[in-house]
Nanobody, 124 residues
Framework: VQLQASGGGLVQAGDSLRLACAASGVTFGNYYLGWFRQAPGKERGFVAAVRNIGVHTDYADFVKGRFTISRDNAKNTVYLQMNSLNPEDTAVYYC??????????????????WGQGTQVTVSS
């Protein structure tokens, strides 16, 4: 199983980025998907998630209204559209996939597979 994240980069405050995470080696539609991020010196934390059934999504409070998670099962890809970026969004962003009977998708332990991370740097 491989999750390959891409789309990170250096942008200015107020700019947008779209991250993508392509999966291989899994039946993509069976998995819920999430994005997490880790800033220097901080723990990895939840950003957004999307269920494998229906269109249910969940977001961390600090990204609501700015970030949008979506999935394209035909392309085995999950996206994170990030708008109105600010320096506090600077981090390595990780995608993850899981297939557990869990109530919340906000915990790291809910995920079975992780991508390698993509760096997002927002300058002021």
């Amino acid at each position: 199983v491989q999750l390959q994240a891409s789309g990170g980069g250096l942008v200015q405050a107020g700019d947008s980025l779209r991250l993508a995470c392509a999966a291989s080696g899994v039946t993509f539609g069976n998995y819920y998907l999430g994005w997490f991020r880790q800033a220097p010196g901080k723990e990895r934390g939840f950003v957004a998630a999307v269920r494998n059934i229906g269109v249910h999504t969940d977001y961390a409070d600090f990204v609501k209204g700015r970030f949008t998670i979506s999935r394209d099962n035909a392309k085995n890809t999950v996206y994170l559209q990030m708008n109105s970026l600010n320096p506090e969004d600077t981090a390595v962003y990780y995608c993850a996939a899981g297939r557990q009977a869990v109530m919340t998708l906000r915990r790291l332990g809910a995920y079975d597979y992780w991508g390698q991370g993509t760096q997002v740097t927002v300058s002021s």
